[in-house]
Every structure is written in structure tokens, then in C-alpha cells.
């Protein structure tokens, strides 16, 4: 029998990635979809995948059972809902969008369709990510009541082409706040539940050939009473992310630069670690595509849904309006 097709609108930088990993999973075949000629050419050769310009006209393929959109964030809300009213399967690239417009179209035409959506928020599938917080969430530590992360990495080490993309335009989906720190915020949130209300500080400080925030400090208050906090800057020379989760009778650490997490129980002096073997680079996003696959399936799976995914714009509006004012900001 013929793998089913999936979809991928949006082969650019991050799209040949999805590509790349769906079929790395060995259970679907793919179409490549673009409206750049030069990148479908590409994708062809690369991947011998048949190509299409126009993505509705690609969906109206009934071989097409699910679609990636990999397009810039702009896009995703418009694309995404036409795509279950199509009634097939939807995986969207972070973040789901910039605004809340559109948002209950989408959210209905999830619910008419019987088919799944989540986001691409692929820290879920880090293996010491996954552990802790199937520890933490197990309970024996008891309620977090405290947590941070402190993340950074050289960014036009990891994107030389920061400058030329749609990073350099919040109007586009670009700077830290929704580029780089809706990963941490949702997967803060996936621990400890939603966030109820923040401050945050953020600005530019070192990127060179942009104006966009590179530097981020949001202190928040999850709805169950946990203190959150998130620190991140795009220019630190190492690459280091850090979580940690204080409990009520424990503490839980992960490093994802060490690729281990710990636990200490209260009245404990040190920390059982537990490492997991490194992973390739694209091991994270092979796990989500996986998961993806099951879930359209119908069985269980860590992807973000949608609704984490509308949570994660209102932190970012949040944030925005934060620093606009200056005020500490409800999220409702
Ligand atoms: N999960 C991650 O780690 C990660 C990393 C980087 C980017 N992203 C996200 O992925 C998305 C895309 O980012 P990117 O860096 O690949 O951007 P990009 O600009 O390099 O690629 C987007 C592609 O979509 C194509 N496109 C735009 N409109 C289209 C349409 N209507 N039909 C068909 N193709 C269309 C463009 O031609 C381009 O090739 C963004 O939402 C971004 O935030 C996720």
C-alpha cells in the first residue's frame, strides 16, 4: 500500500527541516510545496518529492491527509484554516501567529474538522526535557512553586542570515520575544500550566544590523500560584539552556547543554543525575514528526495543541504590552 501525503507549504530554511524529518520517519510520503521556483528545484533534486506552486491547489489532492505550514508567521492562521476546513490534519511552525485575529475561525474550523492540529514546538521532544517533566509532573516533589530559565547562544552563529530573514521585522514574527522565547515560554507553560499575568524588560543590545529585541526578562505568575521566570539573549558565546523547577518538597534541573536532568529532594545534599545520549540535531524534530503521525492516528502524543499555541501569542502580546506600558499584564 502507498504512504499517505503529507503536505509541507513553506520550504524554506525551517521547512526543508520538517521535509527532511517526515520522511525520515519512513510512514508518509511528501509533496514540497513553495512559490519560489528556485526552492522547489532545489527540494526536488534534494529529496526526489514531487512539487507544487500552489498549496490549494495541492490540498485538493485526496492522496493528502495532513499538511505542514512552514511559512512565515503572518501566514499560518489564514493557511492553517483553510486546511482543516479541508479536513485534513495540521502541524504549524511557531509561532501559531502575531495577533489574535482569526483566532476563533481557526479554533472553529479545528472543531468542525474531527481532525488534529498543534504546533511545532519541538523542545517538547528533547529527550531530558521530556523525562523531568514526566518526573515533575508524576508529583512526588509536590507543586512547583518557583521556576526559571536561563537560556542564550550565539544566534548568527546558528542564523548567519538574522539579518536578510524574517527575524529583523516583529511585523514578520521576528525578535527574541517571538522567535526565539515562545519555545521557552510554552514549554514553561507545559510544566507548570498557563501564566495568568507578567512584567517584562527586553531590548537590543547586541545584535549587529538589526533593531530587534535580542534580550529578554519576563517574570510571571502561572494561574496555580507558581513565581516563573524567563531570561534569555541571543549573543552569549555558549550555547547553554537551563530549566529548573522547585517543588515543594524538591528540586528538578534540566541542561540542555549537558543533556541530563536532576533531582534533589529537600534534605538532600546532591543531585541524581540522569544523561541521556546527545542527540543528532535533527533527533528532536524526527520525535515530533513521529508524534504528529500518532496523533493524527488518534493515539497520545506530546505536541503542543492548539489552544498551548494560543496561549503562547497572548504571552507574546503580553510581553509586548508590558514593555510598551510598563505595567505588569494580565493574560486572559
Ligand atoms: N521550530 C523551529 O525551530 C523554527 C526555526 C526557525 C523558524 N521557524 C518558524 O518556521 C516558519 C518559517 O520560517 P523560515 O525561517 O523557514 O522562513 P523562510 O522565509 O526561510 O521560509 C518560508 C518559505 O515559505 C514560502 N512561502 C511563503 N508564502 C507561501 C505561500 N503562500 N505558498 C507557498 N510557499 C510560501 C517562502 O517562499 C519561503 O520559502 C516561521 O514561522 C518561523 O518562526 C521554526
Known sequence: MPLPTLLIIGCGSIG?????????TGRCQAIACDNRPAILAAMAERYRVPTAADWRAALADSGVFAAVVATPAPSHVAIATKILGAKRHCLIEKPLALTLDGMAGLSAAHAASGRA???????????????ARAFVRAGSFGRVLQASVVSGQDFPFFRPAYREIYYRDRAQGGGAIQDALT???????????????LSCEAGHQALAGVEVEDTVAV?????DGAIVTWSLNQFQAPNETTLQFNAERGSVIVEYHRQRWGRLARGDTDWTWESLPPAERDGPFVAQANAFLDLCAGKPSACA?????IQAVRFNLAAFESLRTGRRVEIR
Open 16 to 24: 526543508e527541516r520538517p521535509l527532511r524529518t517526515f520522511l525520515a
Open 117 to 131: 492540529a498543534a504546533i511545532a514546538y519541538v523542545h517538547h521532544f528533547r529527550a531530558e526535557v521530556a523525562a
Open 183 to 197: 519555545h521557552l515560554a510554552n514549554l514553561m507553560e507545559w510544566f507548570v500550566g498557563p501564566t495568568a499575568a
Open 219 to 223: 517574570t510571571g505568575r502561572t494561574h
Open 305 to 309: 495543541t492548539l489552544d498551548e499555541g
